[in-house]
């Protein structure tokens, strides 16, 4: 992450394409690496930096990506508040259609996720809405990740509220739909304990 980032303000001025592919790979590798207060600073380096314009290669919808990389970023910080605020962002630019694409869809279940860890429980609720959205079809059909982890999540809200023939119809549902799931034993789990 630093070398990429060195490399990249070396040729800021002189090379705009690989600056913006040096600093965008910065960002990702802090990501990947575990460093997640540099990967926030680079990537909000990255929005400030590179516009979301086409005609730089491979950049095009970099902004958005950036945008929903930080909130994930955030939510993994345990800053909710902060992740809350990106994801909800990106969700109201997809509905102006701003030109956000799939990141405003792949921010409901995650604002979900925020939703219900934080000390909040007036915006539970909200959560529900989000991951009722997420199976609505709207999205995707059920092949797609938001339906899948929609369905996960919501299965679990059923049962820690004691909405326990909710959750037996969303935790079945999710058994048939993916045996295979790592997470299968959990459902089960939860499944007999609703039952």
Do not use: K
Request: glycine share 8%; net charge negative.
């Amino acid at each position: 992450g630093r070398y990429h980032g060195e490399y990249a303000r070396r040729v800021m001025l002189s090379d705009n394409e690989a600056y913006v592919h040096s600093l965008w790979s910065s960002a990702m590798a802090f990501e990947r690496g575990g460093d997640l207060e540099r990967a926030v600073a680079t990537f909000r380096e990255f929005l400030e930096g590179v516009p979301d314009d086409p005609s730089v290669p491979g950049r095009e919808g970099s902004q958005a990506e950036a945008r929903f990389r930080i909130a994930r970023c955030y939510q993994a910080l345990g800053e909710l508040q902060f992740a809350a605020e990106a994801y909800e962002s990106l969700i109201a630019d997809g509905e102006n259609d701003a030109g956000v694409g799939q990141y405003a869809q792949e921010s409901f279940v995650p604002l979900a996720e925020v939703y219900l860890t934080d000390a909040d429980a007036a915006n539970d609720n909200d959560a529900r809405r989000l991951l009722e959205d997420s199976l609505s079809g709207r999205m995707g059909d059920e092949g797609s990740v938001y339906f899948h982890d929609a369905l996960l999540l919501l299965g679990t809200l059923h049962h820690r509220l004691g909405e326990y023939v909710q959750a037996i119809e969303r935790l079945t549902e999710a058994s048939e739909r993916y045996p295979d799931d790592p997470e299968m034993p959990v459902v089960r789990f939860r499944l007999a304990d609703a039952y």
